[in-house]
């Protein structure tokens, strides 16, 4: 067996990021969960231990001194290079699904779209360098359907919405500049986390998005770059 396969993930402390660790860690990646707030992140902890892999990264995306410090935790780990970066961190607000344009404030529309857009940027960029060091580099963005400009019928959660067309733009521009990374905007389904709600209750579990996601993530080649794709395996409009 050859050396295992770097993965850095953000928002790992629940959801789909707690997934993605789960999922990579059973398939012997080197995983490098990043959160907020580590000391609260006790089944992640557990997740890592029990696989034998590095501590918790803290990594807050809305701060370029705490992704600088995430990076420099990474070099000392001896890590050399990355294979798959996913940017998965990503929030809403309390409003969720309930947000009309007119309703938006300031202040909470620039909180999501700096948590799910310029995080997401800041995060991609600093790590370009481990990425362009690897044989065949990924980053994945965990976007959404509301992202969708042609699917918009019904007025909800509008922060949200024009964050994910953020990610979707910012992945194929992303592309454009970089031929020797690929960039993939992926859309995990209506999911059973806090984001996702209760009610009604969400049809796919965590384990199940997770599952189908990995799978286009493993099908992925360069022809794709740039593009939003489902789980389920077919392209999206951005
Ligand atoms: N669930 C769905 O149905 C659904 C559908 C479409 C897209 N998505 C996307 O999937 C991704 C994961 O969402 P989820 O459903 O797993 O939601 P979740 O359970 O609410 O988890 C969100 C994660 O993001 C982290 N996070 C929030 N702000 C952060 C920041 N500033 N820096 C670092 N991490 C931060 C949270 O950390 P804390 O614990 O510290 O808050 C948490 O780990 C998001 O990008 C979301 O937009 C979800």
Same mark, same amino acid.
């Given at each position: ?32 969960? !990043? ?5 609260? $992140? ?5 997740? &890592?231990?029990?696989? *034998? ?20 935790? @990474? ?11 996913? *940017? ?26 700096? @948590? *799910? ?5 800041? @995060? ?8 362009? $060091? ?21 007025? !909800? ?9 953020? &990610? *979707? ?34 049809? &796919?579990?965590? $384990? ?31």
């Amino acid at each position: 067996m050859g050396p295992s396969k770097v993965v850095l993930i953000t928002g790992c402390s629940r959801g789909i990021g707690l997934g993605f660790v789960r999922y990579f860690v059973k398939h012997n990646w080197k995983v490098l969960a !990043t959160c907020r707030t580590p000391h609260e $992140a006790v089944e992640l902890k557990k997740v &890592l231990q029990d696989h *034998n892999q590095t501590e918790i990264i803290q990594c807050d995306v809305s701060f370029d001194d705490s992704i600088e410090a995430c990076y420099q935790s @990474v070099l000392t780990l001896g890590i050399t290079h990355l294979d798959l970066l996913i *940017n998965n961190a990503g929030t809403s607000n309390d409003k969720h699904p309930f947000e009309n344009p007119s309703r938006m404030k300031r202040d909470e529309f620039h909180r999501i779209l700096d @948590v *799910n857009a310029t995080g997401l940027a800041m @995060v991609t960029n600093r790590f370009i360098p481990l990425l362009q $060091a690897a044989a065949d580099p990924l980053v994945v963005n965990i976007g959404s359907m509301f992202g969708t400009v042609s699917m918009v019928d019904v007025l !909800t959660c509008a922060s949200y919405r024009c964050s994910k067309s953020c &990610l *979707n733009m910012l992945t194929s521009l992303y592309a454009l500049e970089f031929s020797d990374i690929g960039f993939l905007a992926l859309h995990p389904g209506w999911v059973q986390t806090d984001l996702g709600g209760k009610n009604p209750k969400p049809p &796919l579990t965590v $384990a199940e998005s997770v599952g189908k996601m990995s799978e286009v993530i493993a099908a992925f080649d360069k022809t794709k770059s740039g593009q939003f794709w489902s789980l389920d395996g077919y392209q999206l409009d951005p």
